[in-house]
Every structure is written in C-alpha cells, then in structure tokens.
C-alpha cells in the first residue's frame, strides 16, 4: 500500500493514520503531506474526534507517584530555561532559544545536558554559519546531532553524544528540500566524528530544508531512499 | 488543587457544544485547563492529570505492552501538552480528544520505532482477556465501553456505528485502534490473510464515515 497510489483515498489514508494501521514509511509520508494538505490534516481531525471513544474500552491502570514528579520536574526544568539564555553570548542564539514555537518542537525531559552543549559546540563556531540543524528524536525528547554548514555547498555533521548501532544496522544521512520528489542519500554517518559533506551535486542549501538519520541494514538503504525509522530529525534554518 | 475550578460546570467550553451530559468527564472543563496551562499554571496540569493519567496509562499500556515504556510514555504526553497547549484549537475539537490523541501517537510512534512488539504468546494476561472480549462472536462485552464517558464533539455515535459493523471488520478496528496492532498481526489473530484484513479495514471505514457524518 503506497499513500500515493490512487485508490487509497484522502479519507482512507487519514483513517489508517488515525488507527494506527499504516507502516512507519507511510506513517511518514501522511505527516509529512498534512503540513501542506489541509484537507488531510482535516480528515486526520476527523477521524481522532470520531474514533476517541475506543479510548474507554481500556482498562484504567494504577500509575505510580513518581509519575508525577518526573513529570513536575521536566516542567520546572523546562520552565527554568529561558532566564538561563540570556546568558548566551551569541545574540541570535538567545531570539532562538527564547523562540517558544521552536522549541514547542521538542519535547519531554533529558535533554538538558545535549543541549547545553549544542549550545557550546554553536557558540564557538566561526560566524560564519549560515545554516544550521538541529537533529532531534523524532518524538521531541532529545537533540542529537548538529548541523551546521557555513556554505550552501558543504556541511558538518556531529553528534552530540554516543549512540549505540545495532548489530547489522547503520546509520544513514539523507536531505530533502520542499520541492523535492524525494529524500536524497548523504552516506552513513558515525557517531563520535564529525563528518564533512560536500553538496557539490545536490542544489544549494535551502532555509526549511530537511534533514534526517533513519536505521538502515548494514551498508545502508538499498534503495536509495529511507526504509528504516528515523532516529533524528529536523530542518535548516538561517543562523546568521 | 488548583489555583482556578476546573470541574464547575457553567466553565464548560462553549466548544463542548453545550452537551456537559452524565459521564466521569462531563464537567471537567478540559479547554479550560489547557489554556490555563498556556499561562503557566501547573496546578491545571496537575488537575488534568488527576483525573485522566490511569485511563491514559490504560491506553498507552495496551498499546505498547511494557509498565516501564508506557509510564515514560505517559511522562512525555504530560510534557508535550504542557509545551503545546497553545496549539490546542477548542474550534477543530474537544481538549480531551486533543490530550488522549497526543499520548496515543506517542505509544504509535514507540512500537513503530521500535519495530514492535511482543508475540500474542507474550501478551499479559489482561490484553489476552480484553482480545477475548474482542472475539467477533462476543463483541459486546467491550463495545457497551465505547463512549461511556464524555469525549465531548462528535464521538457520540461511534458506538451505535460500530454495532452496524459486521462482527469481524469491528474486531478488526478493535485490534488496531485499541491494541495497536498492524494488519498483519490482526491478519494473524484472527486468522485471515492481510488483503482480507486491509479491505475490511477500508470498508469499516468507509461504512463509519456515512453512519457518523
């Protein structure tokens, strides 16, 4: 089943997005196209509103206290960060920080610690970076590689902790710009090196652009487009 | 609890389309609380949490299988309604469809990601009951749950809806709605192959959409 094929419906496709029932690579695609298609955003809508009283078929489950204040705690924290930005000697760094809808992008707790050093690997960078990424867990909870690429022809890649690769797996790089048909391969990448990527055969980088790190086999996607789930995610934008 | 009343009804959401009727949740104002989040009022999270992290931890729980992941789950929901409050719009649905869906699409996403899931040998005791009670034979003893209490918006007629459902397409829906489970594995379940599983599934939904409107 491709979301693209005609006889799956708008209406159907929002469906299966809402059940559940749809691949992880479709899964993407429907998330991807309702930034765009109101019309599916809107059947999404629809059928989460409709479908929402399935939710009182499960049983209630006791939750632990210590639910509770994780939870407080990553608020608090959450909460703290804006005064402690001021701080930052980067000017453009702090509009970003104190930037509420970016970082409305990211969710959930642990990740005070990559981000503080996100924050030192960009505050020492030259000035002249032009673009930068921030690669985060596809659910918000952490950033976990940056971007940074001081021409629109060539790119830095670091991770900002240490990841485990599955046996047999490995970590791939792609970019996708707005127009394009669709993700373009930029290698496997390692995490503990920084990694220089030249973009001589792709178009100039571009504000919004999109860049992600899915799990592939060993050696990589055999396809020449993602077929693992994404571990990071994000987009370009100007820093400077 | 809180430092504002969360649960007097007259604070009903106009967006409740003035329907505050019996159900647990039917006067706890839950708009109310997610624009009091927007403001910075913790107390608001906290009453919200109160009343709905069990059945939240119930929803999750099926679906990802694990005390553990499910309560991070349930942790992150919390967090990401904090974060996002200001997003909830009362004009495109109920703020407690809004908050179950965000916990909900983490649990998705998690069993997604991690390419899923235990074996139906695996399955704890409670699910393989609950998996029983979904039996196409027996769907009664789950779907007089459905809609029991308040989702405010136009949840009101799923039930009646899915009773219209022949009885294995419904089991299908149940399996994936409530146990996340992919056509394959509900091809699996019940035994039928997974384009069988896919058309009932495309027909269920369309047969909803012309009984809900």
Known sequence: MNTHDNDMSRDEMAGHYVLGTLTEEEHREVSDRMREDEQLAEAVRYWQERLVGLCDVAEPVEVRES??????????????????????????????????????????????C?????????????????????LATPEGHSPGWVVQASTSRKLTLKALGSFEIPEGKALEFWTKADDWDGPVSLGLVEPGQPIQISLDDLPPLEENQLFEITLENYGGSPIGRPTGPIQFIGRAVTSI | MGSRDLTSPEVVAPDERGQSESGH?????????????????????????VRESQQLLGVVSRIVRDRARAEDILHDAFVRIWQRASTF???????????YTIARNLALDTIRSSGKQVSTEDRPEEVGDIDAAADPGNSQRWIEKVGSSHWGGNSERLQECLERLEPIPRACIFHAYVNGYSQSEIGDLIGAPVGTVKSWIKRSLVALRGCMG
């Open chain 1, 67 to 112: 639910v509770w204040e994780r939870i407080s705690a990553s608020i608090d924290e959450l909460d703290s960060r804006p005064e402690t930005a001021g701080d930052s000697p980067v000017s453009w760094m702090s509009s970003w920080w104190n930037n509420l809808v970016f970082w409305r992008g990211f969710s959930a707790a642990g990740f005070a």
């Open chain 1, 114 to 134: 990559a981000l503080a050093l996100a924050i030192t690997l960009v505050a020492y960078q030259p000035a002249s970076s032009k673009y930068m990424v921030v």
């Open chain 2, 25 to 49: 949740s039917g006067t706890f104002d839950y708009d109310g609380c997610l624009r009091a989040c927007v403001d910075g009022d913790k107390s608001a999270l906290k009453a919200l949490y």
């Open chain 2, 89 to 99: 719009d009362a004009s495109r649905g109920g703020g407690r469809g809004w908050v």
